[in-house]
């Protein structure tokens, strides 16, 4: 691409890109890209995960992603793994690796023997934002999908037992499938559902009306101690109904009855 202007330049996917000759004025990096840019004027760069970048002569505002999802935020999933119900929401990271490109298989890691599904409703942020009162956390996105937090558990047992963290289980590279996002115009928050088939079986669905701590609720907290981005996902947490996956699996998401995702497990 070259000897063109562009307003707004946003790469969803890993591509290999080698731009010249034009004028930027907003240009925003979801995925792990490589990128290659050349005489041009430079107003605005956000980069939202990790990029190998070759860039002349300008300054980079560096500012990856994160993903905060929510432990426990079904009262019936923290009963059928026999967790007591938690009194503010129980938070845990995965970083930008954790996220399965758009298209790719998920490929069954070797270090574990029971990798589980979690179904759960993602929302994206869309304004960077700090100590956000939960009335007013509506303003800090405007879009929803379904994801899957996979989790190693019989890694999350050895080290829940050894009272250690157990992010190796649930933070390891493809760890976090995003559904395509849908817009929440005209669609309650708080009525939100959502399923999973399994080789064209449902195995598991929930609404986001049965969450302990709502969205809003997840906001204020957690943007207590960290401060949001754009581009920040929330894992809100899954219903009961997680199971184990092998090699062979086809799974497939839907919120409010669109399917979202179609992984293949390898």
């Known amino acids: ?4 202007q562009i307003s707004k330049l946003i790469f969803l996917s890993s591509d290999i890109v080698k731009l010249s000759n034009y004028q930027i004025f907003k240009l925003i990096f979801f995925s792990s890209d490589i990128v290659k840019l050349s005489n041009y004027q430079f107003f605005k760069l956000i980069f939202l995960s990790s990029d190998i970048f070759k860039f002349p002569n300008f300054q980079i505002t560096f500012a990856p992603m994160k993903i905060i999802c929510v432990g426990r935020n079904y009262a019936e999933h923290a009963k059928e793994l026999n967790n007591a119900l938690p009194t503010a929401p129980v938070l845990f990271m995965k970083p930008d690796s954790a996220l399965l490109r758009k ?3 998920f490929f ?3 270090f574990s023997e029971n990798i589980h599904y979690e179904t759960e409703i993602v929302f994206k942020i869309k304004k960077l934002g700090r100590h956000i009162e939960a009335k007013f956390a509506h303003k800090y996105f405007a879009e929803f ?5 996979f989790t190693a558990r019989d890694l999350q047992d050895i080290q829940k037992s050894k009272g250690l963290p157990w992010e190796i289980s649930k933070s390891f590279d493809n760890s976090a499938i995003v559904g395509d996002f849908l817009p929440l115009t ?8 959502f399923h999973l088939l399994k080789n064209g079986v449902l195995v598991q669905k929930g609404n986001t009306a049965n969450m302990i701590f709502p969205i809003e ?15 920040d996902l929330f894992f ?7 199971g184990k ?8 998401g839907f919120a409010e009855g669109i399917k979202v995702f179609d992984v293949m497990v390898k």
Not at 186 to 193: F, G, K, R
Not at 236 to 242: A, D, I, K, S, Y
């Open 1 to 4: 691409m070259s000897n063109f």
């Open 103 to 105: 298209g790719e298989p």
């Open 108 to 110: 069954h890691p070797n």
């Open 145 to 149: 999908t379904v994801g899957i937090d």
């Open 186 to 193: 005209n669609v309650d928050v708080h009525n939100i559902s």
């Open 217 to 231: 609720k997840v906001i204020e907290y957690s943007s207590q101690f960290f401060t949001l981005k754009i581009g």
């Open 236 to 242: 809100t947490g899954t219903p009961e109904g997680v």
């Open 245 to 252: 996956i092998k090699i062979g699996d086809r799974l497939e």
